[in-house]
């Protein structure tokens, strides 16, 4: 099993090390959070959501926005689609669960928001579908995504794409860019430490 352990460790060093040559993506966390400070500044909102694991980025990402990430500052306000049970259940059981985050979004997003979905195939069609509406409301959408970016990364203004096919590896880069975008956007928009 420490072979395992090392070989997983070394595996997780591995790809992140490949990000640091990404200048794609390097330069599309940059853009992101920048957008971020934007919409923060204008009065604006975040809307998340993913499936899953990712489900559970978006409640954090939202914590770090909402809460503080590093340091004190006033509330900035964060919406995760995937956070109110109700709410996907019935629309999953009135439409489908392709729609759970699609019709939230016409309800929560309004022009000069910006909608972030997390996918690690970059296929999920309930955040497609959430992107999509998140547009025609006249959101920014961006994604942190896996693999190619499947369709989402095309479909997205801001695509985060890591470049692997191991989930587990892209959900533990996607943690990490979600914090290093937080801190940019404290950086840019102040707090004391």
Known sequence: MRK???ERIQDSIDVKRSLLENEVLLNSVES???EIVKCIKGGHKLVICGNGGSASDSLHFAGEIVGRFQKERSAWPAVVLN???AT???IANDYSYDDVFARQAEGHVSAGDIFIGISTSGNSENVYRAA???RKKGAKTAALLGKDGGKIGKQVDFPIIV???TTARVQEC???LIHIMCEIVE???GGSK
Do not use: R
Request: glycine share 0%; net charge negative.
């Open 88 to 90: 996907m259940t019935a």
């Open 187 to 189: 950086e840019k928009l």
């Open 4 to 6: 395992l352990i090392t």
């Open 163 to 165: 470049p692997c096919m």
């Open 32 to 34: 992101l959070a920048d």
């Open 83 to 85: 956070s109110d049970v």
């Open 174 to 176: 996607h943690i990490m």
């Open 132 to 134: 999509e509406a998140a």
